[in-house]
């Protein structure tokens, strides 16, 4: 998976972390996450460097030196609204975290996220979920609603993965999203790591 963008959800309260399966089929996974959990994020995802180590760094020099090295990252489970993590270590150690941590700790070093075919199931929403091409073509005769023979399906392959043309898709996409796109319906006031 990797990390395609953190936002804001429609109403501008809460952040939202969106992965995305790759290479394919290309499922994406909406997180619900905390203020200070996606400040971390995006500070990994620009490269930034505080002055004073953060606790994501913090946590990397002491695997650092104890002669370890963080090989990948697996989401395993979605209960109760929550997603959970392991951070799977080079000498097959595994640590549960939460999803937010790992994902930080994954982005800086470009380790590898994973995630268990029953969470994606669970908590999966299409990557394409309405037509942001701005064309009328629904209006045609015989012309159907993007993904309604299969709203789950991705999208067809075509081509190189323009990333800011996604990222603007996202942002689009969040201006006009409810809860309700998001999920189960779960209550989204239940931590950091809800869905």
Do not use: C, W
Not at 8 to 36: K, S
């Amino acid at each position: 998976m990797t990390v395609v963008a953190v936002g804001m959800d429609p109403a501008g309260t809460q952040p939202v972390l969106l992965l995305r399966e790759v290479p394919e089929p290309r499922r994406q996974l909406p997180v619900l996450i905390g203020l200070p959990e996606a400040a971390a994020i995006e500070l990994q995802r620009q490269g930034v460097d505080p002055p004073r180590p953060q606790t994501h760094d913090l946590i990397r020099n002491v695997v650092a030196a104890f002669g370890r090295r963080l090989q990948r990252v697996r989401i395993t489970a979605l209960r109760d609204g929550i997603y959970h993590a392991e951070l799977q270590f080079d000498d097959g150690t595994a640590v549960s975290s939460r999803l937010t941590d790992a994902v930080a700790l994954a982005v800086r070093d470009s380790i590898p996220i994973e995630a268990e075919e029953d969470v994606l199931e669970a908590g999966a929403a299409p990557v394409q979920l309405l037509d942001l091409t701005g064309s009328d073509d629904l209006d045609e005769p015989g012309a159907e609603e993007p993904g309604a023979a299969d709203p789950d399906a991705p999208p067809a392959a075509s081509g190189p993965i323009d990333e800011a043309a996604e990222l603007e898709e996202l942002r689009r996409f969040l201006d006009i999203a409810t809860p309700e796109d998001f999920g189960t319906g779960e209550d989204p006031g239940k931590g950091p790591d809800a869905p």
